[in-house]
């Protein structure tokens, strides 16, 4: 078990598995002048719950992403992240959201003078705790992705793979409530994919919702309870409307603090 994660620094908040983390009511985003690129998205996600997003290269996904990690705000539409209206929100309330928000980006983003602790204690540091409760678990953090001989190294020094895991530790190290993933295979083998996958997958035994654009078929059937949202040319194919109005299931999720973790194989 890594104690680190499971009991150390930014420790998550527990929620009843249907709290609505996120909701999209008739979202439309242009950019600039330009026709639409995501038109009339409606959707529902449950704390903890875990889903998919596919869809052709140029169907939106990446703009979809974009709104979920509030990198852009909608054209029109009422977007709402824990229950409140981020589209009227003031830009001063933003940051105290997106430290709510773990972002795996498809170019990893490490900050190429930091070292892999460093990369990963930054959001530690940007939320202001403490020295003292930063470093046991990022080496904690670091150790469990399997990289703890390598904390000292430079991002140019380590392989895309090593690079993924990084960037992965650093958006789950303080524990978000959502885990935003885009393409975190895209650049890896299967045999890391797989590992990957595990990660995300032990973050959301812990409540962390979890949502991953990705092309990689395989990887979407290796979680069983997943659920799949399709993009097609900026519009959400929901036929049943489970994405807009999902089944009511009872139940919470785990305690975080009570459920171990796993080392990657």
């Known amino acids: 078990m890594c104690d680190g994660f499971t009991q150390g620094v930014g420790q998550g ?9 996120i909701q999209f009511e008739n979202v439309g985003l242009r950019y600039g002048a330009d026709a639409e690129v995501l038109t009339d998205i409606n959707f529902t996600l449950a704390a903890g719950g875990f889903y998919f997003l596919t869809g052709a290269s140029g169907a939106g996904k990446t703009s979809l992403l974009k709104l979920l990690y509030l990198a852009q705000r909608p054209t029109r539409g009422v977007l709402k992240l ?3 209206d981020v589209v009227m929100m003031h830009r001063s309330r933003l940051p105290g959201f997106r430290r709510r928000i773990g972002v795996v980006f498809q170019d990893f983003r490490l900050v190429p003078h930091l070292s892999a602790a460093d990369n990963v204690a930054l ?5 202001g705790i403490d020295e003292k409760e930063i470093t046991g678990p990022v080496d904690e953090m670091l150790t469990w992705v399997g990289l703890g001989d390598r904390q000292d190294a430079l991002p140019a020094s380590l392989s895309g793979g090593e690079q993924q895991r990084v960037a992965i530790a650093r958006a789950v190290i303080g524990r978000p409530d959502i885990l935003v993933a885009d393409e975190p295979t895209g650049n890896v083998d299967a045999e890391m994919a797989k590992r ?3 990660l995300f997958e032990a973050l959301n035994r812990l409540g962390t919702t979890i949502v991953i654009a990705t092309h990689d078929l395989p990887l979407i059937g ?3 309870h997943a659920q799949m949202m399709r993009l097609d040319r900026g519009r959400l194919i929901d036929p049943t409307g489970a ?4 089944p009511a299931s009872g139940g ?5 603090s009570a459920l171990p973790l796993g080392k990657p194989q």
């Open 196 to 198: 990957l996958i595990g």
């Open 82 to 84: 824990f229950g409140e």
């Open 123 to 127: 959001p530690l540091r940007l939320a």
């Open 13 to 21: 908040r527990i929620v009843a598995a249907m709290d609505r983390v």
């Open 222 to 224: 290796q979680i069983d």
């Open 252 to 256: 919470a999720r785990a305690d975080r």
């Open 243 to 246: 994405l807009r109005f999902p």
